[in-house]
């Protein structure tokens, strides 16, 4: 057998890396009795290490987030200095307080609130019933239409962005917010993200469903909706998200700043005041405190959500 | 009365009772479908079609529309501006591509493994993908600023004295706006990856290990070879996700300086919302269209002859 100490260094990253069930230390391969202790050291020291190196590893990745914050409540004059302030000398905190005066950041934040919503909204509820219909009601013509639903999941939607836009034009509707909730409202994205997860429902269930007499709108409510929780909380978060964060839609389409969301409000106010560096990272932390706190209610999902779609909004 | 099946039984069972059973399922299939359907047919379908039609059109918003056959596409290929979007569009696809998928590789392999909190850093390195991207943009920008910016400094400090001009400099814009996207970007991909990673069967690696093979060996042997799918996935997405690269060059640079960082989706934009040259611009969507479509049925290709 070969020196132990070499082996472990050389199998630990692999070995943890991919088996999730049995971690380093209890692998039960050589580990008699009276070397165990050694062995979980070494495993201790190890895992020392790795939290050592993520650490480092994740502090620097997220520097950029830990500058914005620390700079949103500095001076202007103190974000761009020579050597750079980690800490600031003095916290402003009145960036935070100015704000709202200093640019209609309260008319962008509801903007942006009011379209999330109401986009959220409509996408769960059509999505989840188109989903129903692809996926438990059979019926001629219905796998054409679906694909034709994902035929366009693969264009870009950047190749059909100025037909939409001489649509918006003869309706009259650019400047309103009905433009963007037409548009995104319907997406195919959340029928398919719906559909994928309702094809792992067994259609036993509809079945005794429907012979105890349910309707199939009845089974829609009763039955699939309770059991799709998950897929309509990945849907709900990633739709809300994905909205909030829009750029191209807001900036397509609303023009008068009344309208505008909290990114284009943001992006304006960068263009207009370019030398107010705290201002600016104190409006960029209010755009992301929204999407943070979302994301830590419902990490699981999300991560639920792109992994089965694979995809973004 | 039979039981009210959805699943219409074998044609041959019930004659009219079946058909009329299928009439009924249509009906209900569709009063689930349609409201989802209306907004999907005339606010993507209807323009996904348009945009085809358009681009064989001379159409602005000044003048009716008139069939002109390949004139925008001539046209197109003429323009200086055109193969220069194109030409900045693949190299920002040819830096984001292969950078975002060893980083994501690489974290996943690090952070796939069993210790308490590893959660956390596996959020926290997902975050910036759903962060608003004004935010991330402007924050970049100013890291990216060329005097006094972070990265300058850091540069200056490890003793770099001519650090790049960044977003002011059209050699350096490009290269930085694919940094920021690389940051952006891999932690999802990351998350693709660990999916990936947890599925290898262990006892692949611990035959490995009983044949002798080192750590490198069983990472080429064992992990690259069986991480085969999830990679062809990553590959298409983010081939797919460079070359619609839009917004993040919006708010980041818009382009310049100059046009070094144009890319296609912004000509579209500048010359059909912009400029109003509805068939110019439909003709460039549909060459942006054409590349996804290639390069992601050619990647399915190449799977599938790998596969054989």
């Given at each position: ?149 994902i035929g366009t999941i693969a264009v870009p939607w950047q190749a059909y962005m100025v037909p939409q836009y ?17 548009l995104q409202?319907?997406g195919a994205f959340?029928?398919f ?45 990633l739709?809300?998200v994905n909205t909030?964060n829009d750029y191209m839609g807001p900036f397509i ?10 990114q ?42 792109i992994?089965?779609s694979g995809m973004k909004g | ?43 993507t379908?209807?323009p996904v079609?348009?945009a085809f039609?358009?681009s ?20 197109m290929?003429?323009?200086?501006t055109f193969?220069v979007a194109l030409r900045n569009t693949v190299v920002y696809a040819l830096g984001h591509v292969p950078l975002t998928m060893?980083?994501a ?23 910036p993908y759903i962060?608003s991207l004004v935010?991330v943009a ?36 490009l290269?930085?706006v694919i940094i920021t996207s690389v940051w952006r970007d891999m932690?999802y991909y990351?998350?693709l ?40 996935f990553v590959v298409v997405m983010l081939t797919v996700s460079s070359f619609k690269v839009f917004d993040l060059i919006v708010v980041m640079t818009n382009g ?5 960082t144009t890319v296609l989706s912004q000509l579209i934009y500048q010359e059909g919302i912009g ?6 611009s439909s003709a460039i969507s549909l060459v942006l269209f054409l590349i996804v479509l290639t390069v992601t049925v050619l990647q399915f ?8």
């Amino acid at each position: 057998m070969t020196n132990m100490a070499e082996d472990l260094k050389a199998e630990a990253p692999f070995r943890a890396g991919t088996r999730l069930e049995v971690p380093p230390s209890e692998t039960p391969r050589r580990s008699k009795a009276p070397r165990r202790s050694t062995r979980e050291r070494k495993a201790r020291t190890l895992d020392l290490i790795l939290y050592s190196v993520l650490a480092v590893l994740v502090i620097g990745l997220m520097v950029p987030f830990i500058w914005m914050v620390s700079s949103s409540l500095k001076e202007n004059n103190q974000v761009l200095t020579v050597p750079i302030q980690w800490i600031p000398t003095e916290f402003v905190w009145s960036n935070y307080t100015d704000i709202w005066t200093r640019i209609p950041m309260m008319g962008y934040v509801q903007n942006s609130l009011y379209l999330s919503v109401i986009i959220t909204c409509l996408q769960v509820l059509t999505g989840s019933l188109a989903a129903y219909g692809f996926s438990k009601v059979r019926f001629p013509g219905r796998d054409v239409l679906f694909l034709a639903y994902i035929g366009t999941i693969a264009v870009p939607w950047q190749a059909y962005m100025v037909p939409q836009y001489i649509m918006m034009q003869q309706l009259g509707l650019t400047n309103s917010f009905n433009a963007l909730i037409l548009l995104q409202a319907f997406g195919a994205f959340g029928v398919f993200l719906m559909r994928q997860y309702y094809m792992t429902i067994p259609d036993e269930l509809c079945e005794a469903a429907r012979i105890d007499g349910l309707s199939e709108y009845g089974i829609w409510a009763r039955v699939i909706l309770p059991l799709s929780k998950p897929a309509l909380a990945s849907l709900a978060l990633l739709t809300f998200v994905n909205t909030w964060n829009d750029y191209m839609g807001p900036f397509i389409y609303l023009t008068s700043n009344r309208l505008w969301t909290v990114q284009l409000g943001l992006r304006s106010f960068v263009g207009q005041f370019d030398a107010e560096y705290a201002m600016i990272m104190t409006g960029s932390v209010i755009s992301v405190v929204p999407i943070l706190i979302i994301f830590l209610i419902g990490q699981r999902y999300f991560i639920q959500g792109i992994a089965t779609s694979g995809m973004k909004g | 009365m039979t039981t009210e099946t959805i699943n219409p039984a074998p044609a041959v069972t019930q004659g009219r009772g079946n058909r009329k059973q299928a009439r009924r399922n249509t009906l209900i299939g569709w009063t689930f479908i349609l409201p989802n359907f209306l907004g999907f047919l005339a606010f993507t379908l209807v323009p996904v079609l348009a945009a085809f039609a358009l681009s064989f059109m001379e159409w602005t918003s000044f003048s009716a529309p008139k069939w002109v056959g390949l004139a925008n596409f001539q046209r197109m290929l003429e323009s200086d501006t055109f193969w220069v979007a194109l030409r900045n569009t693949v190299v920002y696809a040819l830096g984001h591509v292969p950078l975002t998928m060893a980083l994501a590789l690489l974290l996943a392999m690090l952070l796939n493994r069993k210790l308490k909190g590893i959660g956390f850093f596996r959020v926290a390195i997902f975050f910036p993908y759903i962060t608003s991207l004004v935010a991330v943009a402007v924050v970049w920008n100013m890291l990216f600023s060329p005097d006094s910016g972070p990265i300058n400094q850091f540069l200056h400090s490890i003793g770099i004295a001519e650090a790049p001009g960044w977003t002011s400099s059209s050699d350096w814009a490009l290269p930085a706006v694919i940094i920021t996207s690389v940051w952006r970007d891999m932690g999802y991909y990351m998350v693709l990856y660990l999916a990936g990673l947890q599925a290898i069967p262990s006892e692949l690696y611990e035959a490995a290990e009983v044949d002798g093979a080192s750590a490198w060996q069983r990472f080429w042997n064992v992990t690259i070879p069986s991480l085969r799918p999830t990679t062809f996935f990553v590959v298409v997405m983010l081939t797919v996700s460079s070359f619609k690269v839009f917004d993040l060059i919006v708010v980041m640079t818009n382009g310049g300086p100059g046009r070094s960082t144009t890319v296609l989706s912004q000509l579209i934009y500048q010359e059909g919302i912009g400029e109003g040259k509805f068939g110019y611009s439909s003709a460039i969507s549909l060459v942006l269209f054409l590349i996804v479509l290639t390069v992601t049925v050619l990647q399915f290709k190449i799977q599938q002859r790998r596969e054989r």
